[in-house]
């Protein structure tokens, strides 16, 4: 068995890049927007508190188990995420993971491996099987009855927020081979994909078992991130569609905070969704990543776009109008899914301004967020406020956002009540409610408590939610956007010299 054990370590950022940083299309030595020589929180604009997030120095004791210490030796197929897992350590661009870690790459390399040598009865490669071929298979399940589970299982990772599950399901899905039939989505997008093709199909007998038809026939394996149902919606029809999906040999890979069991807890209908769990744990195994540590706070934030106080309206208009430089904001629209229509209060070279209230307290979801953020790379965001009771709904929303904007890794500017932890402070789970503290005589109860929010859902999401608020204001992110931006912008001239 190999050991390594790493301690008194100075934590190396995760998939940490070097490079100039970018801004507003013009390449600088030296970094705009962060100040490291601040050392504490400081008062901007009349004692309003500026967020930041600043990380010690960790100790980091990584123990190999002997399973995974025979897999990383050499005793590999050739190739998988544990042999570029370790790659990335070599080379510097990933901290040491622990042990919980590396039982999930275990389960992933092993997944991996089943994959490569089942390939051809999974019917993975793209090529061997024919869109001619799928609406075929389709056509005679009109009329003969069939099945074709996968002779492998999936496997559904759940833990603790920022313990690197999206980091190590897209290690493992980009080491597949590029001729399969396989798809990595946001579980949000996937479910705004399957709602918008079942208004397609309105009409037919099983629209569900359609548009089951169409994924497996695009995608055999499907990987899912932050797989969350919170919508009855989503919970009442998602049994049938795995049903379908998993008889036309669909896998599934996915990543969650919650265990199958708690899914959808507490939700509308809950014993309909039920027999979902019972479905998802016969396809798939069963894994939990039990890390304490969240990698995402352990990023060496800087000064960021965060925001705390009141009365900022001002200060964060500046902010946005550096960002847009020349540019002039002017109200626009974004188209969404079928047909709807978003109007943004301002925007320009990139960038959306917001009150809270017309992004979080209307009647939108994940797919107005999404259209978005197609449009738009930055937000900016005046006045978010402390959740509570009073305001639930809006937290929801809020949560839904930060997801979204994190996956497309947008870049937020924001004005808040308090910090990220503050923001939340009054969410709880039933769990925390039975915990709280008893109020004493010399306290109203009252007071105390008439905005407290028991809501288990709401009230785990809100540890994934201060994580990436967390991250999305790390020196590490937003050099990232930046590069990201810049290559856009590079390929954007190309594009136009070639036209040209």
């Not at 579980?187 to 093709?197: A, C, G, K, Q, Y």
């Amino acid at each position: 068995m190999r050991t390594v054990i790493l301690a008194a370590r100075q934590f190396r950022p995760a998939f940490r890049r070097r490079g100039n940083f970018v801004t507003d299309g013009s390449v600088k030595g030296q970094d705009f927007w962060f100040n490291t020589n601040y050392r504490s929180i400081y008062n901007v604009a009349g004692g309003a508190d500026i967020f930041r997030c600043r990380h010690p120095s960790y100790t980091i004791h990584r123990t190999i188990s002997t399973d995974a210490a025979k897999i990383t030796n050499g005793e590999l197929n050739g190739g998988g995420p544990l042999v570029e897992y370790e790659r990335r350590i070599a080379a510097g661009e990933l901290v040491d993971g622990d042990a919980c870690q590396l039982g999930t790459l275990g389960e992933l390399q092993r997944l991996y491996e089943e994959l490569v040598e089942n390939a051809e009865a999974c019917r993975l490669d793209r090529y061997a099987t024919s869109e001619k071929a799928g609406r075929s298979r389709w056509l005679w399940s009109r009329f003969i009855p069939q099945t074709s589970y996968a002779p492998i299982k999936g496997l559904y990772l759940y833990g603790g927020v920022g313990t690197g599950k999206t980091m190590l399901m897209d290690l493992f899905f980009y080491q597949l081979p590029g001729n399969w039939r396989k798809k990595r989505i946001h579980f949000h997008d996937f479910m705004l994909n399957v709602h918008s093709r079942l208004q397609k199909h309105k009409g037919v007998a099983d629209p569900l078992e359609v548009v089951a038809g169409e994924l497996s026939d695009e995608a055999i394996l499907l990987c899912l991130d932050e797989f969350m149902v919170n919508d009855v919606a989503d919970a009442l029809i998602l049994n049938r569609l795995f049903r379908h999906l998993f008889s036309n040999g669909a896998i599934l890979v996915a990543t969650s905070n919650r265990a199958p069991d708690n899914l959808y807890e507490g939700g509308l209908q809950r014993d309909l969704f039920l027999p979902f769990i019972a479905t998802l744990k016969e396809r798939c195994v069963v894994h939990e990543i039990g890390s304490s540590v969240d990698y995402r706070k352990m990023t060496s934030a800087e000064l960021g776009f965060y925001f705390v106080g009141r009365h900022l309206s001002t200060l964060l208009k500046q902010k946005f109008q550096q960002l847009i430089g020349d540019h002039e904001a002017v109200p626009q629209e974004v188209e969404v899914v079928m047909g709807r229509k978003l109007q943004v209060p301002l925007g320009a070279n990139g960038c959306a301004y917001f009150p809270f209230e017309e992004l979080c307290d209307r009647p939108l979801g994940a797919a107005d967020y999404f259209g978005l953020f197609k449009k738009f790379h930055t937000l900016a965001l005046e006045g978010v406020p402390v959740f509570g009771l009073s305001n639930r709904t809006a937290a929801y929303r809020f949560v839904t956002l930060v997801d979204v904007m994190y996956e497309n890794r947008a870049r937020l500017l924001c004005t808040a009540e308090g910090t990220p932890v503050e923001l939340f402070d009054r969410i709880v789970t039933i769990a925390d409610a039975q915990n709280l503290a008893p109020r004493t005589s010399s306290r109203s109860r009252k007071s105390d408590d008439s905005d407290i929010c028991v809501d288990n859902e709401l009230g785990f999401a809100k540890d994934r939610t201060i994580s990436r608020l967390t991250e999305m204001n790390s020196r590490e992110y937003l050099e990232q956007h930046a590069e990201m931006l810049a290559e856009k912008q590079q390929l954007h001239r190309h594009e136009t010299a070639l036209e040209s």
